[in-house]
């Protein structure tokens, strides 16, 4: 754990940097808003992890862009199932999803931020009536030795009458839009990459290890005082199924090219969706689809907003590379996990890039 010193703000205030953001709700948008001159020390990551955002590698040969309307022409699935074997992640335009259905989840994210600490503080941890709805700030404080900028909301979606009663009566109606929105679009592109991988029926249980839960969250990056110095989120791959993205247009989404291993930027594209392979899917397709590193970059100019959804298996179910995989005597690369323990090994320690999907190595 990083040391909790105190910083000096002002000539006359001292507070405490964890205890300010973190136990006491402010977050890092709290800070932020101290109007700080210097990023404070708890937030200074390694050379090694810091962004090096001025090169032009990184905003060339970007991820594909792929144009949902020819849904069913078999080149666009063959563009999907590509993207996510050799990217991991893709843009989607045409996708269904109304646009005024994506501005005002984006607008209902600043409202939702924009609330006091004590009104956000009624849905963090300690205060939640439920472990289902979550603000927070970086993403695993206690386990982290740099913390991250950035603050979160997270909503597990358990059913309609939860959410209406649980979720902040300040964004769920748009939230809850923006989810069934997206319904028939990530059941088409579950489809097609099943497709791709001969899997022609999806049945129960297939149906339920590939979409069974759906998590949403809103994050916030306020605008950062030492950008260079610091991280929105670190490395990382999710352990979704599949991730859709919703960033607005500010940009600092890196995805990790691994063929190079250079970072290369996302450019934000009006009306699009990103979307990207999360470890549970790498999992059942024996490693053919990637769920690849990703990470955000923290910047000193704009207070920038993304909400993904993820797609997942249910906690309950176990998952394991697909039995068609193996069917040719391909070995399997992963054993079988309960997914709410591969989950929680996730959420148990600070972001460590690729890290995670050992816990499901054969
Ligand atoms: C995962 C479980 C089983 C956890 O159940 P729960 O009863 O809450 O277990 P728990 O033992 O209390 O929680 C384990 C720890 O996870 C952490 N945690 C729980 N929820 C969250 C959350 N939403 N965000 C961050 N950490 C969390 C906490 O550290 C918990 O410990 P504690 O601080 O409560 O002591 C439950 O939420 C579930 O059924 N989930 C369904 C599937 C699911 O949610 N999958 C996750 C997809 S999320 C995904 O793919 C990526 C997420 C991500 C990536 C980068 C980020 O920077 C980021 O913030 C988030
Ligand atoms: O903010 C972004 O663009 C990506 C966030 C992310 O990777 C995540 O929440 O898992
Ligand atoms: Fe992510």
Same mark, same amino acid.
């Given at each position: 754990m990083a040391p909790s010193i105190s910083i000096s703000i002002t000539n006359s205030n001292s507070i405490n940097i !964890?205890? +300010?953001? %973190?136990?006491?709700?402010?977050?890092? @948008?709290?800070?932020?808003?101290?109007?700080? @001159?210097?990023?404070? /020390?708890?937030?200074?990551?390694?050379?090694?992890?810091?962004?090096?955002?001025?090169?032009?590698?990184?905003?060339?040969? =970007?991820?594909?862009?792929?144009? #949902?309307?020819?849904? *069913?022409?078999?080149?666009?699935?063959?563009?999907?199932?590509?993207?996510?074997?050799?990217?991991? +992640? +893709?843009?989607? %335009?045409?996708?269904? %999803?109304? #646009?005024?259905?994506?501005e005002d989840v984006k607008d209902a994210t600043h409202r939702f931020f924009g609330l006091s600490a004590d009104e956000k503080k009624k849905y963090s941890k300690e205060q939640s009536v439920t472990n289902n709805v979550r603000y927070g700030t970086s993403f695993t404080p206690a386990c982290e030795k740099a913390l991250e900028w950035k603050d979160y909301l997270s909503l597990l979606f358990v059913s309609d009458d939860e959410a209406a009663s649980q979720w902040p009566p300040i964004c769920r109606n748009q939230v809850m839009e923006y989810m069934k929105g997206s319904e028939i679009i990530v059941k088409k592109l579950l489809e097609m990459l099943m497709n791709g991988l001969n899997v022609k029926e999806i049945d129960e249980t297939k149906e =339920?290890?590939? #979409?069974? =839960?759906? !998590?949403?969250?809103?994050?916030?990056?306020?605008? /950062?005082? *030492?950008?260079?110095?610091?991280?929105?989120?670190? !490395?990382? =791959?999710?352990v979704s199924t599949l991730t859709i993205l919703l960033q607005d247009d500010i940009g600092g989404l890196y995805v990790r090219n691994t063929e190079t291993m250079k970072w290369i930027h996302v450019p934000p594209v009006s009306g699009s969706l990103v979307v990207n392979v999360g470890d549970a899917l790498q999992i059942m397709s024996n490693g053919k689809y990637k769920s690849v590193e990703h990470r955000v970059s923290a910047n000193g100019i704009r207070n920038r907003i993304s909400v993904p959804i993820f797609v997942n298996p249910k906690a309950s179910d176990i998952i394991g590379p697909l039995p068609e995989m193996l069917q040719s005597g391909e070995k399997p690369l992963y054993k079988h996990v309960l997914y709410s323990d591969y989950v929680k090994h996730f959420f148990r320690k600070a972001h460590d890039g690729k890290a995670t999907i050992e816990f499901a190595r054969a």
């Open positions: !964890r205890d +300010f953001v %973190v136990n006491k709700g402010h977050g890092v @948008k709290g800070l932020a808003e101290l109007g700080l @001159k210097t990023l404070p /020390c708890q937030y200074i990551h390694p050379p090694q992890e810091r962004f090096d955002t001025g090169t032009p590698e990184a905003h060339h040969n =970007s991820i594909p862009l792929i144009d #949902m309307s020819r849904c *069913n022409d078999p080149e666009v699935a063959e563009a999907i199932c590509k993207a996510a074997q050799k990217w991991g +992640f +893709f843009q989607i %335009v045409n996708h269904g %999803v109304p #646009m005024h259905v994506l =339920s290890n590939l #979409m069974g =839960s759906k !998590r949403i969250n809103l994050n916030y990056y306020p605008i /950062c005082p *030492n950008p260079d110095l610091t991280v929105g989120v670190g !490395r990382h =791959s999710d």
